[in-house]
């Protein structure tokens, strides 16, 4: 092996997964509030994804930091075209998106991960499993947030986020292992268009509810 190189994320046997071990993200600070979104290539539902949150979030929200990370991803790549549009609908700037690798930093540094199938999740806590308690998939977390009651006022700020998040962990932990079924957004790439539109809406609508939550809407 290389000196200095990690193949801890090739799992899935993507050749352009490589990282420098000495890659790191900056340490957060407490007043900011990191969401990292997850899926393979990250071209397409993770990528979407997290240009949604940040285009909700913008000027109404500076605390937030959103990113995104494929476990299987050709680092630099640009959003697939079907999320692109999709993203230029609602408002978005698709050009801004560069593709890169999950990696231990990149989930260290996140105070959420939300991942678009449990597939992705897995491999997450595989890799961090001390991340298990602020680690979710997108509909996970959407489906949780709903078994809050009363619901959590949030105003927007880390402090508040982060006690969401450590909340919606909670619930979970009381709700059990049942009625896990449904919480995969599969993956639109390599068919058509209209599976595309589909998983795009799905996409953006659970983002919508997470802003929601986050006291980024209304």
């Known amino acids: 092996m290389t000196s200095g190189v990690s193949r801890r994320f090739l799992r899935s046997g993507n050749p352009f997964a490589t990282v420098s071990a000495e890659e790191t993200m900056s340490p957060r600070p407490e007043n900011t509030f990191q969401v990292l979104f997850v899926c393979t290539g990250n071209i397409c539902r993770s990528a979407l994804a997290a240009a949604t949150l940040r285009a909700l979030a913008e000027e109404r929200a500076p605390f937030l930091r959103i ?3 494929g476990t299987a991803a050709v680092a630099g790549a640009p959003m697939h075209f079907p999320e692109a549009a999709a993203l230029q609908r609602i408002g978005g700037d698709p050009t801004l998106h560069r ?6 930093p990149l989930i260290d540094t996140s105070d959420l991960v939300l991942a ?24 996970e977390y959407v489906a949780v947030l709903e078994h809050l009651a009363p619901p959590v ?7 508040a986020l982060r006690s969401q998040v450590q909340q919606v962990s909670d619930l979970r932990t009381s709700l059990g292992p049942g009625g896990r079924d449904g919480l995969d957004i599969p993956d639109p790439y390599g068919k058509g268009s209209d599976a595309h539109r589909a998983v795009d809406a799905q996409v953006i609508a659970a983002v919508n509810e997470v802003a929601r939550a986050f006291g980024l809407s209304g």
């Open 99 to 104: 593709a890169q690798q999950l990696t231990g």
């Open 153 to 159: 006022p949030i105003r927007p700020g880390a402090t």
């Open 116 to 139: 678009l199938t449990e597939r992705h999740l897995e491999t997450v806590t595989e890799e961090r499993p001390d991340a298990l308690s602020r680690s979710f998939t997108l509909l």
């Open 67 to 69: 990113g995104s990370a």
